[in-house]
């Protein structure tokens, strides 16, 4: 029976070994960052983007979203620089860096929520592990490939304000409501 325990923990530990980052297969993703955080990984950003410095601020930037910036750039007929000024969150722009809450993290995909003082409101910024550390993933949440780890505090507050007032979300909050109405034509030809 110890050996069959045993036997079964270690199957056990290997999966999660496997699955979290423990392989050197390139395409298997890792679930460990060795101690970084979505919260270091804005900090780093914003502090490229103080510096102005546009190589520091694409080493905090996932593959996919430094792609995204070179589309943006070519589309727009924008300097690559110019795409990457402010980090692609207007956070960056606070005088001093913003209150940040709510960091989320599962596996590999990870969320931050920062104040975004000019608009009022809480950021909910996509981060994603790439190279062993944390990375912003803007390019990842428009291609469709970044999971989110969970709703934010902002869209939960919200949420529990709009129940105490008695509030019930629409079935379709994003329904046409400019489409023209379905016609009865029996009763529409009669008139």
Known sequence: ???????????????LFLNCGGTTDPNVVSCEAYGDT???????????????????IKTEMTTTSI????GISAKNNTPLEKVFENGFTGTTFAPTL????????????????????????????????????????IGDLFKGSFKSPGKGLAIKEAEAANIARGNVAPVNANANTNRMPLVNKTNASNK
């Open 67 to 70: 792609e995204f910036a070179s």
């Open 38 to 56: 979505p919260t270091a990984a804005y900090k780093r950003l914003y502090d490229a983007v103080k510096s102005k410095d546009t190589a520091a």
């Open 98 to 137: 913003p209150e940040m809450r709510d960091e989320r993290v599962n596996c590999n995909m990870g969320a931050l929520e920062v104040w975004h003082a000019k608009d009022q409101k809480w950021e909910d910024l996509p981060f994603i592990i790439e190279d062993g550390k944390w990375k912003l993933a």
């Open 1 to 15: 029976m110890k050996k069959i325990l045993s036997l079964a923990i270690l199957l056990f530990a290997t999966f």
